[in-house]
């Protein structure tokens, strides 16, 4: 706590202490100047004083005065200091480098603004070791980073030459979050070139995309980009993961109410991925309601949402422009009004929107967290039993206060604070965008066929809950996922986030099943040969890693042909319910 205290103020006491030095040098000089024979002039005096910084005296005085004395100490406390202080960043430099020299399998963060130190703290509790890059070196945050236990290289992270310094080439995770998505880009392309020919897992680069339609476009491309072993891209934008968090810990409807009216207040960077994902999850919950088909909305309900904002007409009209797909799934409704005007104040506006009664929760997406706190409060205070989550944008104790406050103020029970840089920046989201989640739904498809057949965890142990999956059998399925683009493209098909949601489940041919297992199973083969697995007639052996399925397609038993056409026939299913589409090129 004092190191940290000290570090803020040590130069304005070492300023302190060289400006009395010069004040007491100059004035003992000048004394001891006037009783001795020769130039008595003032820059005489000065030159002195100057001289006592480089802890010589090129003149002696008869007498030192205590002024004199005084100001020789402090001059030589001040060159001692500045002395140390440059050789210890110097030596600290220089055993980071060593220090980063030697590092393996971890993970670099590029970009230290509020993201990047989250995120640097998140990994480091979580036991890796990481190296931040920086380019400005009076952040004062490389501090709090490095008493975090992360090495700190100060550098532009688009130059080779500093990926080169962080050993790239030997790294886990590379995640850019730098203030701009160009750089960001660039230094995902830099570190592809510093791969070795051959790695035992691919390197996965994580650039973050602030532009939300820039974010969804590059998504498109994501997946078919994947066809190299040894590197994994992957964009994440804050507000996309923001709503994922948020719908899981605050979801707009339940069993009891599976087509709630929901206020929201505000138009701020969520609510266009909040609507979005909203209606992608219902699409994908009455995809299959109807066996063998696209299923309709329940009874024909829709989800209700009730925007209050200034220009919320304006906004909604652009809204069904950008997103079309949404007319089918929920009404979203307009209530122009200013927040500060008197009918917002009195809670007249939610005559016109239907009874209190009639909705079951309320979200406030405003981008002023002020704001954003006020309007809250009105809201609680007009909708007493309704549960109303606020998004804050900055991590202060904002966040925190009305985190607790339904602990503390009864009227504020039902009031959530949800931070969306605090939600959006945590490793399980960070690993888990587009190749994450065809990972987790490739597997939840293997549990669901394994499962209908009888076996159970004790007899399988890979079917478990993502979560609780090894992380090398999580990594096993995020390889599958990276080579669906590359097995698509051999049948001239491809995939991507879904845009056509009334369209039908896409088929494969016979052949192109029989293709596409054939390809899946020589991949599988060539990913646990490269793990060190090898082939033994005996049962699977997962100490001596020996397996009796790794052999040719033609020398497979059928029973096992027949999981790997199973997944190819159930693809364009599970990977519809996770938000994707296969198409034809």
């Given at each position: 706590?004092?190191?940290r ?7 304005i ?7 009395l030095?010069l004040?007491l ?5 000048s ?12 820059y005489?005096?000065?030159y002195?004083t ?6 010589q ?9 205590w002024?004199?004395?005084?100001a020789?100490?402090m ?15 110097v030596l ?15 993970v ?9 130190l ?6 480091r509790?979580?036991?890796?070791r ?10 004062g945050?490389?501090t709090q ?7 700190v290289l ?9 990926l ?6 030997r ?6 979050v ?11 392309m ?7 020919e051959r ?5 996965t ?5 602030k ?9 498109e491309?994501e997946?078919?980009?994947?066809n ?21 810990d605050h979801?707009?409807w339940n069993?009891?109410?599976p ?12 609510i ?5 994902q ?5 699409h ?5 309601s ?6 309709e909305n ?14 919320a ?23 122009d ?40 409060l ?11 989550v606020?998004?804050l944008?900055?991590e ?13 103020v009864?009227?504020l029970?039902?009031?959530k604070a949800f931070?969306?840089?605090?939600n959006?920046c ?7 965008n ?8 490739i ?8 499962t209908?057949?009888?076996?159970t965890?004790?007899t399988?142990s890979?079917?478990l ?8 059998l999580?990594?096993s ?16 098909c ?6 056509d ?10 052949d ?9 199973h020589?991949r ?14 005996s049962?699977k052996?997962l100490?001596?890693?020996?397996n009796p ?27 519809a319910?996770?938000?994707f ?5």
């Amino acid at each position: 706590m004092f190191r940290r205290w000290w570090e803020g103020k040590e130069w304005i006491f070492v300023g302190l202490i060289g400006l009395l030095a010069l004040v007491l040098g100059f004035h003992g000089y000048s004394m001891a100047l006037r009783g001795t024979q020769g130039d008595h002039s003032v820059y005489s005096a000065i030159y002195w004083t100057l001289q006592l910084f480089t802890g010589q005296e090129g003149f002696t005085p008869p007498h030192y005065s205590w002024e004199l004395q005084s100001a020789r100490f402090m001059a030589l406390f001040v060159l001692f200091y500045a002395a140390v202080r440059t050789i210890a960043a110097v030596l600290r430099q220089q055993f980071e480098n060593i220090k980063i020299y030697w590092s393996r399998n971890h993970v670099i963060i590029c970009g230290l603004g509020q993201e990047g130190l989250i995120l640097t703290s998140r990994f480091r509790e979580d036991g890796w070791r990481v190296v931040v890059i920086d380019m400005d070196e009076n952040n004062g945050w490389h501090t709090q980073c490095r008493d975090m236990g992360a090495l700190v290289l100060v550098g532009n992270a688009t130059d080779r030459r500093i990926l080169e310094k962080a050993r790239v080439d030997r790294a886990e995770y590379v995640i850019s979050v730098c203030g701009d998505d160009g750089a960001n880009c660039q230094v995902a392309m830099c570190a592809r070139k510093f791969l070795p020919e051959r790695r035992k897992r691919p390197l996965t680069c994580v650039a973050h995309i602030k532009n939300q339609d820039m974010h969804n476009l590059l998504k498109e491309q994501e997946i078919m980009m994947s066809n190299d072993d040894n590197f994994r891209l992957e964009f994440f934008n804050v507000y996309q993961n923001a709503v994922r968090a948020l719908l899981v810990d605050h979801p707009v409807w339940n069993d009891d109410n599976p087509f709630p009216h929901i206020l929201i207040a505000g138009w701020g960077g969520l609510i266009d991925s909040f609507l979005v994902q909203v209606a992608q999850r219902r699409h994908a919950e009455s995809l299959f309601s109807v066996e063998g088909g696209v299923g309709e909305n329940i009874e024909g309900e829709r989800l209700r949402f009730t925007v209050v904002d200034s220009a919320a007409s304006e906004k909604v009209e652009l809204l069904y422009c950008r997103y079309p797909q949404l007319v089918n799934y929920c009404d979203v409704l307009p209530c122009d009004m200013d927040f500060g005007s008197a009918e917002f104040q009195r809670g007249e506006f939610l005559d016109n929107i239907g009874r209190i009664s009639g909705i079951s929760k309320a979200y406030v997406f405003i981008d002023d967290d002020s704001l954003a706190v006020s309007v809250t409060l009105q809201i609680v205070n007009n909708l007493k039993n309704i549960p109303v989550v606020v998004c804050l944008n900055k991590e202060d104790g904002m966040e925190m206060l009305l985190s607790n406050a339904d602990r503390t103020v009864n009227s504020l029970k039902n009031l959530k604070a949800f931070g969306i840089l605090n939600n959006s920046c945590t490793i399980e989201l960070l690993l888990d965008n587009t190749h994450g989640l065809l990972a987790r739904s490739i597997h939840e498809e293997y549990v669901r066929e394994q499962t209908a057949k009888g076996d159970t965890p004790q007899t399988n142990s890979s079917l478990l809950p993502w979560n609780d999956l090894p992380e090398q059998l999580k990594e096993s399925n995020r390889q599958q996922a990276d080579d669906l683009g590359r097995k698509l493209e051999t049948v001239n098909c491809g995939i991507s986030p879904v845009h056509d949601w009334n369209a039908g489940i896409f088929e494969f041919t016979e052949d192109e099943i029989q293709l596409l297992a054939q390809l899946e199973h020589n991949r599988w083969v060539k990913e646990r040969k490269k793990e060190g697995w090898r082939y033994s007639s005996s049962p699977k052996d997962l100490k001596r890693k020996t397996n009796p399925c790794l052999v040719p397609w033609e020398q497979l038993p059928s029973e096992e042909q027949a999981k790997d056409l199973n997944t190819v026939r159930n693809m364009p299913r599970f990977l519809a319910h996770a938000g994707f589409e296969i198409y034809r090129l």
